[in-house]
């Protein structure tokens, strides 16, 4: 189980903590040499870096602090779409024709019935929302390649004692202590453990970060006997992949390129490999029959 802090907000220090004065110049363009003066000075002053748990959790407050940002600007976007769309979908109210009751009528059939074709796929799947994954009535999570993210409310001004977060290789278990757990399952796919956290946040509501083991495959749900997700309707974020690293960069590229070829019935990335290969040992081995093999 990988825990981001569990500890005793109401609990204070009975002796005032010595402290040391520290200086150091801030360069906005090189953040990176600020950290590593702040983390000198630490590494001299302090027994921190001879915790054995020390890369694990500062490696958990780097995490925290980018799903942060992420979230900012995510919903900063969202925000500033909303407020384009608004704005030039306004219409003077004297250029609108009254509509009928029947016109109003029928464009609520249509409204509903788009939203139930937006809900559900054809083969009952539902389609993804705005973070890839789905809201669900007690928590609501989403993905990437890399990581599935979950956001769990909570009662107002609950302390982090009261949380009770088990994460394994193959199950999660998220809730309050002294009641049933809000999720209970076996999850999806297999995560890595020490690379998985979780945070309370504004004592509100608790985040729950997984680093996937596989990180070529979307889930098409976050524990196993949930609703699933198409798929098919994932989108990612297609503007930012110049921003990614070369490794994952080529995974997501190669996850869309098998998108679009299962959509259109053609073989995969992996599958047009496989057929590269008994090509180029067909044409070395003229000799042997290959009238039954199987090039699909």
């Not at 009928?100 to 993804?128: C, I, Y």
């Not at 789905?134 to 001004?157: A, F, H």
């Not at 609703?227 to 960069?249: A, C, G, M, N, W």
């Amino acid at each position: 189980m990988a825990i981001l802090s569990e500890y005793e907000e109401d609990q204070k220090p009975t002796k005032p903590s010595s402290s040391m004065p520290f200086n150091a110049d801030f360069d906005p363009s090189n953040p990176l040499g600020f950290i590593e003066t702040v983390i000198d000075f630490v590494a001299r002053e302090s027994d921190l870096f001879r915790s054995d748990s020390v890369v694990r959790d500062v490696n958990a407050l780097v995490r925290t602090m980018r799903e942060k940002i992420v979230t900012e600007d995510r919903e900063r976007k969202r925000k500033e779409k909303a407020e384009a769309n608004g704005n030039a979908e306004k219409r003077p109210k004297e250029e609108a024709a009254p509509a009928s009751a029947a016109a109003l009528v029928t464009e609520e059939k249509k409204d509903a019935a788009a939203a139930a074709e937006h809900e559900k796929t054809s083969e009952g799947k539902r389609a993804p929302n705005k973070g890839n994954g789905l809201d669900m009535g007690k928590y609501s999570w989403g993905q990437s390649l890399q990581e599935v993210t979950i956001n769990i409310p909570v009662p107002p001004g609950t302390k982090s004692r009261f949380i009770t977060c088990e994460i394994k290789k193959n199950h999660l278990k998220v809730g309050l202590k002294g009641q049933p757990p809000i999720i209970d399952g076996e999850l999806f796919q297999s995560v890595k453990v020490e690379d998985c956290f979780w945070s309370l946040e504004d004592q509100k509501s608790i985040s729950v970060l997984l680093t996937k083991q596989n990180q070529m495959d979307w889930w098409k749900s976050l524990v196993k006997g949930d609703p699933e997700i198409d798929t098919q309707k994932v989108e990612p974020e297609t503007s930012k992949l110049s921003d990614l690293d070369s490794e994952t960069r080529s995974t997501v590229e190669k996850m869309m390129f098998d998108q679009r070829q299962k959509s259109m019935g053609l073989p995969t990335s992996d599958e047009l490999q496989k057929q590269d290969l008994l090509k180029k040992f067909m044409s070395q081995h003229p000799e042997m029959d290959f009238s039954k093999a199987n090039m699909v």
